[in-house]
């Protein structure tokens, strides 16, 4: 029944862990539209200042998409943000269109206009506020549900083991 109940537990956590990577997400994404409309900074300025300020998995990840720039060996930029920002996100519990949203933002650097840059990576911001919303508006009730559903089933193979 403890089994149970735990695995129960666990998947509550999960749950509870994807609405707090969001966020964090979401804090990342306006703090770089911030920093590209009105700080005047570059990427790579960003990733440096990231690497110094952010919470693990991202600020290991912004400091090696900062450091392969600095190399210049001739690899772009959108190839080095997916790889190091896709394998910092590989363990945590976010669906694939969600690890997108953060993965995607070299694509909207193309434009020379700051402002526009910082208009399309709100865009992002829109669609990822959608997918917190739906998130929390779910967690109460699934954690319930979950919660339920995994103790009935220790109850259940309590009995069937007797």
Not at 102 to 123: F, H, S, T, W
Request: proline share 2%; glycine share 6%.
């Amino acid at each position: 029944m403890a089994g149970c109940s735990g695995l129960g537990l666990n998947r509550v956590m999960e749950k509870k862990q994807r609405i707090r990577e969001l966020r964090e997400i979401r804090r990342m994404v306006i703090r770089i539209q911030s920093e590209m409309a009105y700080g005047k900074r570059t990427l790579p300025e960003i990733c440096l200042l990231f690497g110094q300020c952010m919470e693990e998995p991202y600020r290991t990840a912004f400091l090696s998409i900062y450091r392969k720039l600095e190399e210049n060996d001739g690899t772009d930029l959108s190839s080095i943000w997916a790889e190091q920002i896709g394998e910092c996100m590989k363990e945590l519990p976010l669906w694939e269109e969600e690890k997108d949203i953060l993965q995607n933002i070299p694509e909207y650097l193309g434009i020379l206009d700051e402002k526009q840059q910082a208009a399309d990576i709100g865009q992002s911001l829109d669609f990822l506020s959608a997918h917190i919303a739906k998130a929390e508006s779910g967690y109460e009730n699934q954690a319930k549900v979950t919660m339920s559903i995994s103790v009935m089933a220790g109850i259940f193979l309590v009995i069937l083991l007797l």
